[in-house]
């Protein structure tokens, strides 16, 4: 991909969802190109207008590209006075605006994506974010679905984070050469608060292996919250589709931002 998803994702049906449209009044909103090790991404950012320092957000997407709700999530942050970025990080592998089946990206997109460049795109990201008048002392990141396992990933791997936080991210994943350790295995290593979201009838993920990793983590004297919503399926915060569900969603949004505010971005 060589620049990002106009409008939603074509691998899911969402014509009886009303998708959230946040306007980019008082903002500076656009796509951009995110220098890393191999080349450049194409990325979405947004941000107050003015000099900031503003805080960071890295946005993780989920499996279907940035696209039009995770710039909504970019917007909607930029907002409440953050500076949020979201990374195409899929982009070397396959042109998701084109690729209509969620198996297919699976198999042939995020089994593909080695967890060690997914890292080094973040922390890429990250110091481009600190040269667009972004505060690298008040860094966060925040991923939905395969986003959220991403964001343990990362709150595993980088010092500098305040804050983490994961919407239904899967924590038991196969080990693989390229994708070797799965959030659950790196739990204790956990580098700053994570919060994670999830809901009571997502059949996609055990909550079982969630608070298993709560437990390791603490048990390594790491601070994890994790709040599940009984009536709530995989996807509840994604507006787009019919999983959406409202007022879990916006129950989660607004401890997600508390959770920022709590640990200093």
Not at 38 to 58: E, H, K, T
Not at 106 to 128: C, E, G, N, Q
Not at 149 to 154: A, T
Not at 180 to 186: A, C, I, K, T, V
Request: proline share 8%; glycine share 8%; with cysteine.
């Amino acid at each position: 991909m060589s620049s990002l998803i106009v409008g939603f994702t074509p691998a899911i049906a969402y014509a009886d969802a009303t998708p959230i449209h946040t306007d980019s009044t008082g903002l500076v909103a656009e796509e951009v190109r995110i220098p890393v090790a191999d080349g450049a991404l194409p990325g979405y950012a947004a941000r107050p207008q003015g000099n900031g320092p503003f805080p960071i957000v890295l946005v993780i997407e989920e499996i279907f590209g940035v696209h039009e709700y995770i710039k909504d999530v970019c917007r909607r942050l930029a907002h409440q006075g953050y500076l949020a970025v979201a990374p195409e990080l899929y982009a070397r592998i396959a042109d998701l605006s084109t690729m209509t089946d969620p198996q297919q990206i699976v198999r042939d997109v995020i089994s593909k994506a080695p967890d060690a460049t997914l890292l080094s795109d973040l922390d890429a990201t990250a110091a481009w974010a600190h040269g667009q008048h972004g505060d690298p002392s008040r860094l966060a990141c925040l991923g939905f679905c395969r986003g959220g396992r991403d964001s343990w990933l990362y709150a595993e791997h980088n010092p500098n984070l305040k804050a983490a936080i994961a919407f239904y991210g899967p924590v038991n994943t196969t080990d693989t050469p390229i994708q070797p350790h799965s959030p659950l295995e790196l739990a204790a290593s956990l580098k700053c608060p994570l919060l994670g979201l999830y809901g009571g009838q997502d059949s996609s993920i055990a909550i079982a292996d969630v608070h298993a990793a709560q437990a390791r983590a603490r048990a390594a004297g790491r601070e994890v919250e994790i709040v599940v919503y009984p009536d709530a399926p995989h996807g509840f915060h994604a507006d787009y589709r019919p999983s959406y569900h409202r007022a879990d969603a916006e129950a989660g949004w607004n401890r997600a931002l508390a959770w920022l505010h709590q640990h200093g971005v």
